[in-house]
T-cell receptor, first 114, second 114 residues
């Protein structure tokens, strides 16, 4: 069974600084997709970024980028120029290619200090 | 554009009482629909998913059931609530076609069983 592990239950960062959230996953599949979702205090889940496993290039969305290490099964999220609005729970998730069913990690709570 | 609604937003129910949570999606047809539960300090656990009217797959055996009486309506039910049913319930939809499809989440329902 596929598993997703987020080893950092909590992280903190100073405003305007950079922070990296870790995620590892376990799968025997070659075709899969990885996601980072953000859950702010409102509890609404918002997609931050998506990575296709067959693409070697790391995905980037504005201040958010990933470091995808396929051989190591690692998928970390880097947030640059952190803003107060980035404070949230961040969930790493996996889905097998051709499927929509998501497997989530337990999340990392990010605090942004002014 | 597509929107997803959940109600109620919050619910406090006594142990042994019935439950009905509703989720509806607008702006799309034949979506895949999902129910997740998020317990305190945990990630999201997939409870049920549906690929069409009347088609329900259960991921975790439990005290809950799901139904899909219409294409864009997904209902989570219980005949008798347990204390362990407390949590945050999220409904999500996905387009059902294309690789690496993301899911779009509703605002959630906070259920407290007393």
């Amino acid at each position: 069974a596929q598993t997703v592990t987020q080893s950092q239950p909590e992280m903190s960062v100073q405003e305007a600084e950079t922070v990296t959230l870790s995620c590892t996953y376990d799968t025997s599949e070659s075709d899969y997709y990885l996601f980072w979702y953000k859950q702010p205090p409102s509890r609404q889940m918002i997609l931050v970024i998506r990575q296709e496993a067959y693409k070697q290039q790391n995905a980037t969305e504005n201040r958010f980028s990933v470091n995808f290490q396929k051989a190591a099964k690692s998928f970390s999220l880097k947030i640059s120029d952190s803003q107060l609005g980035d404070a949230a729970m961040y969930f790493c998730a996996y889905t097998q290619g051709g499927s929509e069913k998501l497997v989530f990690g337990k999340g990392t709570k990010l605090t942004v200090n002014p | 554009s597509q929107t997803i609604h959940q109600w109620p937003a919050t619910l406090v129910q006594p142990v042994g009482s019935p439950l009905s949570l509703e989720c509806t999606v607008e702006g799309t047809s034949n979506p895949n629909l999902y129910w997740y539960r998020q317990a305190a300090g945990r990630g999201l656990q997939l409870l049920f998913y549906s690929v069409g009217i009347g088609q329900i797959s259960s991921e975790v055996p439990q005290n809950l059931s799901a139904s899909r009486p219409q294409d864009r309506q997904f209902i989570l039910s219980s005949k008798k609530l347990l204390l362990s049913d407390s949590g945050f319930y999220l409904c999500a939809w996905g387009p059902g076609t294309g690789p690496g499809r993301q899911q779009y989440f509703g605002p959630g329902t906070r259920l407290t069983v007393t």
